[in-house]
């Protein structure tokens, strides 16, 4: 017999933004595992739950990551409600493939539910679709971030092919990402939405184009790189006259 481990998705950073199910089963958690930067509000609902950081950033640390299943699988044969609490939404870029194998494995019954990924977040934020009609009918969710071991991302032919590009973990890489998309035929004057700690009051947006990318200001915060045409009308003025010229 053992516990049930709950994948919960506690979204972008706001606290209001986690769902109904997901406070409910905090209410309800003995043991919850959650990633760094979870606002204190959102465990604050887990009011009789031992809370234990797993502090992983950015999907690295393959040891952490066994070391953690292991850690979850223990939990569940000691308790009923066991919550593993990921930023985001659980079944985008966030390792949960590795946990619910590695439970189901082992016959612990595991359970997902979902929460706001950060590119919607920051759509949100913008007020601007990343389907908006005439211009995008494709999106695509890319990171250029592998672990070790791991076989080659092909994040930038997925960047070129979809008309609206959300780029997860590379806020830290712009100019290497802007290198690699205009040498792969992205247009230079593709414009570009950089948006820091989406859903929380302090958010940063910054509009540029591709090749103006390298010069935007980042920090330790979760940041999303987003592009595609729909962004052109955001652009500083200056820089989508450009893009009406050339693009
Ligand atoms: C390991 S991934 C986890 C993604 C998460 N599972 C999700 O669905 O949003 C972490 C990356 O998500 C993005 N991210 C997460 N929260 C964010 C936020 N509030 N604002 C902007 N980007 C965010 C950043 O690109 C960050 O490097």
Redesign the pocket.
């Known amino acids: 017999m053992s516990g049930t481990v709950y994948l919960v998705?506690a979204g972008?950073?706001a606290a209001d933004l986690l769902t109904v199910r997901a406070a409910r089963l905090l209410g309800e958690a003995e043991v919850v595992f959650h990633d760094a930067l979870i606002a204190e509000e959102v465990l604050r609902l887990a009011s009789k739950a031992e809370k234990i950081a797993v502090g992983k950033?950015?999907?690295r640390h393959a040891t952490a990551q066994r070391f953690i299943n292991k850690r979850l699988a223990d939990a569940a044969r000691a308790h009923c409600v066991v919550v593993r609490l990921?930023?985001?939404?659980?079944m985008?870029?966030?390792r949960a493939h590795e946990e619910i194998t590695y439970l189901q494995a082992r016959g612990i019954p595991v359970v997902v539910v979902p929460?706001v990924?950060?590119?919607l977040?920051?759509s949100a934020d913008l007020r601007i679709s990343l389907t908006r009609r005439g211009a995008a009918r494709t999106v695509a969710f890319v990171t250029p971030r592998v672990a070790a071991g791991e076989r080659e991302s092909g994040w930038i032919a997925s960047a070129l092919a979809a008309d609206t590009a959300a780029v997860?973990?590379?806020?830290g890489e712009a100019p290497a990402i802007a290198a690699a998309l205009m040498a792969a035929g992205k247009p230079a004057n593709t414009p570009v939405a950089l948006?820091?700690?989406?859903?929380?009051p302090g958010v940063r947006v910054q509009y540029a184009t591709l090749q103006e990318l390298p010069g935007l200001s980042t920090s330790g915060a979760?940041?999303?790189i987003l592009l595609g045409e729909v962004y052109r009308e955001a652009l500083p003025e200056a820089a989508a006259i450009v893009g009406r010229r050339t693009g």
């Open positions: 998705g972008p950073g950033r950015c999907g990921k930023g985001g939404d659980p985008l870029f966030a929460g990924t950060a590119a977040a920051a997860y973990m590379g806020a948006v820091a700690d989406a859903s929380l979760p940041t999303l």
